[in-house]
């Protein structure tokens, strides 16, 4: 399963994902903007930085891969209770099986030895 946790993700430097806002003083134009940036980030284009927006769309897609898993997962409930149930009624036979065999091989052992 894919890990879609955004907080956890790590840098190729090694460093954490932080989510960064742009204030006034960073980019007058586009004040309030979000990143998922590297703590370490430098401009030299060895450091991961995201657009939030892009970053939380992936998060959403994968996000939405894992309830698809999770969905066939509890679709295939009912049948493996189904399984369970008729292996479970194989295990008393063989348990009565394996009872009535006891009984017949300690009425053997009674007339073979007595």
């Known amino acids: 399963m894919t890990d879609c946790l955004l907080h956890e993700l ?34 030299d284009g060895f450091y991961y930085r995201q ?3 892009i970053g939380v769309q992936e998060e959403i897609e994968c996000l939405t891969k894992r309830v698809e898993e999770a969905e066939q997962v509890i679709k295939g409930v009912p049948n493996l209770n189904k ?8 295990v008393k036979i063989f348990t009565g099986q394996v009872d009535n065999l006891t009984v017949q091989i300690a009425d053997l052992e009674k007339l073979c030895f007595e």
């Open 10 to 43: 790590r840098c190729p430097c090694g460093g954490r994902i932080i989510d960064e806002v742009w204030g006034k003083e960073d980019y007058d134009t586009l004040p309030g903007k979000r990143f998922f940036t590297c703590k370490n980030y430098q401009a």
């Open 51 to 53: 657009p939030w927006v």
């Open 83 to 90: 399984q369970i149930e008729t292996l479970e009624a194989q």
